[in-house]
């Protein structure tokens, strides 16, 4: 499950996705489901990004945060800059490799 918050301070950012990770617990418990905590990624998208919140955590697990993440074939980083995603485009493009 994918889950976008905004918010502006960091402490507001992580207590609601706290609350939107164990709401989510409790769902998948329910439902006879679990989380694969080390599928699981918290990106902090934007400027402050560049504080280091607390990790959310899954079942006492901490989430890995990362600073760019691959979804749906397009890769997202926290600065929201294309870059990355350009330069893989770029690397698969048919001559790139001097073929």
């Not at 609350?19 to 599928?39: A, F, P």
């Not at 993440?69 to 995603?85: E, Q």
Request: proline share 4%; glycine share 4%; with cysteine.
């Amino acid at each position: 499950m994918d889950c976008f918050y905004a918010a502006s301070i960091v402490k507001d950012i992580v207590s609601e996705m706290q609350l939107v990770v164990n709401t989510l617990i409790e769902w998948s418990e329910l439902n006879r489901m679990n989380i694969n905590s080390k599928k699981t990624k918290d990106m902090v998208l934007g400027s402050i990004s560049k504080e280091s919140p607390m990790p959310l955590l899954t079942a006492a697990k901490p989430v890995q945060q990362v600073s760019e993440y691959k979804f749906l074939g397009v890769t997202v980083n926290s600065r929201l800059k294309w870059d990355d995603s350009t330069a893989a485009i770029v690397t698969k493009a048919p001559g790139s490799r001097g073929d």
